[in-house]
């Protein structure tokens, strides 16, 4: 009963799906069955020996089943081409199987020569790769070392070329007020260069240079820049309210320090001031919309 059950049970194999067990036995059987056969016929060193279907493996099934007259050319040429020169004896009829016994050991011998002699050429071939792998590689190695000097000598050479060199300032000016290098065209880069060189070395701009800014050259006026545009302008009016003591200046310096968003300095500075003791109505509207703009951009609104 033990014994029924145990042969009903599936077999897990390496294929998708199952198979019986009895399918199973049946396969290692035909292995086994295809090994013993390959050792009969001293052959076993030989893989191809035991693969289903191989030429070598048609030719044992045939002198198996006494079929040696129906051997193909293409199959006796196969043993001559392998060195199975016993077997192929044994197949035409010129030797007795007990005599082919004894010679098989010589086509064994010369296989493991052949094997052996195939491993050391094989062997030599990689280690002449290897060899002309790493001469390949030294070359590429020192061309490679041969381009970086004489692109540093290159580099060297245009570095100290002063056009080279006016040329990087340019690109690093325009970069730090975020100006975008392709959009600056041949009839407005002069211009512009020289508007962002007298605006970073803290110079102001003529009413002409402020008035393209703010209109054929709005494109290049960043928020960097008008930062930059209006810092220069407020430092212009603190110096003449420092120089005159006229408070317009002091309003104008306020307005401006707002829109360089440092409105904290501008809160600071109105405060310090004593406009707000001046009798000038107009000027007193100016200084408290100013300062209440001041308040407002930094939140202090209750103020």
């Known amino acids: 009963m ?9 077999y897990h194999s390496n294929y998708r799906g199952k198979v019986s067990v009895e399918d199973a036995v049946k396969h290692q059987t035909y292995l086994d069955d295809m090994r013993k056969d390959a050792v009969f016929y001293c052959v076993d060193h030989i893989e191809s020996s035991m693969i289903p ?3 070598l493996h048609k030719i044992i099934q045939k002198l198996k089943t006494k079929q040696n007259d129906s051997l193909t050319l293409p199959e006796k040429a196969y043993l001559v081409r392998q060195n199975l020169n016993a077997l192929h004896s044994l197949v035409e009829g010129k030797i007795s199987f007990n005599q082919y016994k004894k010679e098989v050991v010589n086509d064994r011998i010369k296989h493991q020569e052949h094997l052996e002699a195939e ?31 004489a692109e540093r000598e290159r580099r060297k050479k245009l570095e100290s070329d002063p056009k080279y060199i006016e040329r990087q300032k340019e690109k690093n000016l325009i970069k730090k007020y975020d100006i975008y290098l392709y959009d600056i065209v041949d009839k407005h880069r002069s ?20 008035i393209w800014l703010n209109s054929e050259g709005r494109q290049f006026f960043t928020d960097e820049l008008k930062i930059k545009f209006h810092r220069v302008e407020a430092d212009f009016y603190l110096n003449e309210y420092k120089t005159t003591k006229l408070h317009w200046h002091a309003i104008n310096a306020s307005s401006q320090l707002r829109k360089a968003k440092a409105s904290k300095e501008a809160e600071k500075f109105l405060e310090n001031t004593e406009i707000s ?21 930094i939140r202090k609104v209750d103020t």
């Open 2 to 10: 033990t014994r029924s059950r145990f042969f009903k049970k599936t």
């Open 119 to 149: 491993r050391l050429r094989l062997e030599k071939l990689r280690e002449l790769e290897l060899i002309q792998l790493k001469k390949q590689q030294e070359k590429l190695a020192q061309e490679r070392k041969v381009r970086e000097q």
């Open 53 to 55: 279907h191989s030429m």
């Open 191 to 210: 211009k512009l260069i020289n508007i962002l060189k007298l605006l970073d070395n803290n110079q102001r701009l003529s009413e002409q240079d402020a």
């Open 277 to 297: 003791l001046n009798k000038n109505k107009k000027l007193l509207s100016a200084y408290f919309t100013t300062l209440g703009g001041v308040k407002r951009d």
